[in-house]
C-alpha cells in the first residue's frame, strides 16, 4: 500500500478514524524535526566498565505518552470537535489537553508518520507531466 507524501510545511486536513466527529489540520513537520520531537525524553544507558552505550532510545511510557503530546502540540495546527466531556477543541494544545489518549496516540502517529518529501523529491511532485 502506497502512502501519500506531503511537503514539510504544507498543512492538511485529517480526520480521526477511531472518531469521526474530530478533524484536525496537521502542519507537516521536516525530517529534522520529526527527529527531534521524537527524540526528547529519550534515554541512554551506558556500561560503566566498557563506556558502551547499552540503553540507545529506551523509551519509558511517561516519555510515550510526552512525545505523543510534543508531536500534537508542536504540529496540530487547528482542531475542530468535543472531547468526551463536550469540551470544544480548536488547537493542538486543546487536543492534547482534552482529547482520549487513543485519540492523542492516532493523531501524534499521523503526524510522526506523515512522508515529507526532501527537496528534490518536492521539485519532482511540482514539475507538470510535461517538463
Known amino acids: 500500500m502506497s ?9 492538511r486536513e485529517y480526520t480521526v478514524k477511531i472518531d469521526d466527529t474530530i478533524k484536525v489540520w496537521i502542519r507537516t513537520p521536516t525530517e529534522g524535526e520529526k527527529r ?7 534515554t541512554l544507558s551506558f556500561d560503566t566498565e566498557t563506556g558502551e552505550i547499552t540503553g ?13 503530546e510534543r508531536f500534537i502540540r508542536g504540529f496540530v495546527d487547528k ?14 494544545d486543546d487536543l492534547a ?6 485519540v492523542v496516540a492516532e ?10 518529501l526532501g527537496d528534490e ?7 507538470s507531466p510535461d517538463s
Open 56 to 68: 540507545l532510545g529506551t523509551l519509558q511510557m511517561g516519555h510515550l505518552v510526552a512525545k505523543n
Open 79 to 92: 482542531v475542530e470537535g468535543n472531547s468526551p466531556a463536550g469540551v470544544a477543541m480548536a488547537t493542538g
Open 107 to 116: 493523531v501524534a502517529l499521523e503526524v510522526e508518520r506523515s512522508l515529507s
Open 97 to 102: 489537553e482534552h482529547a482520549t489518549s487513543d
Open 3 to 11: 502512502r501519500q507524501c506531503y511537503k514539510p510545511g504544507d498543512v
Open 36 to 42: 527531534r520531537t521524537a527524540s526528547e525524553g529519550e
Open 121 to 127: 523529491s518536492a521539485k519532482k511532485s511540482d514539475a
